[in-house]
């Protein structure tokens, strides 16, 4: 099905009947299909095609703070502390100082509510592997995509003893 096959069914052909003086001579008149859905206008979708959305569950564009504490086989003896760009239930997206190969398993912390004190505090300790990693805008940096494995929320369920019952 080459370009040709697409143009048909993008645009129908129809004789023009009449003509006047304003009008430049023309023996046919190009008018859009109705049935066409258009999605872009100006772009050509019938030769570059429309990429649908890849992601299975909605990015939040949150920073968080998230702590890396394993990459591949070596344990941070000093977690590096870094900023989410965008998390899901199924993956998260972050800057980098270092280069990390896709398919490289890692373990991270995110603090999604943090509290003074450490009352009421919960993180998501995860295993996750790398499926991207690609410069960043900001040098010296990488953009790294990860998706969990599995998850664990540690909260701080220590309650202050005005809460607690007698």
């Not at 977690?79 to 490289?104: A, E, M």
Request: charged content about 20%; some cysteine; aromatic content about 8%.
């Amino acid at each position: 099905m080459g370009s040709s096959m697409a143009a048909r069914h993008k645009y129908q052909v129809f004789p023009e009947t009449h003509h006047t003086a304003a009008e430049p001579e023309a023996s046919q008149l190009v008018i859009p299909a109705p049935s066409f859905a258009r999605l872009f206008s100006g772009v050509p979708t019938h030769s570059v095609g429309i990429v649908g959305e890849r992601r299975v569950c909605p990015r939040a564009f949150l920073r968080l703070p998230l702590r890396l504490t394993r990459v591949g086989n070596t344990f941070e003896s000093v977690p590096v502390t870094l900023i989410t760009k965008n998390i899901s239930s199924s993956g998260v997206y972050f800057l980098s100082p270092q280069h990390i190969q896709p398919g490289t398993s890692i373990e991270l912390e995110v603090a999604l509510i943090e509290r003074p004190m450490g009352m009421g505090t919960v993180r998501m300790a995860t295993a996750a592997h790398i499926i991207r990693s690609e410069k960043s805008e900001t040098p010296g940096w990488h953009g790294v995509a990860a998706s969990f494995d599995n998850y664990e929320f540690q909260r701080d369920e220590a309650l202050p003893i005005r809460f607690r019952k007698p």
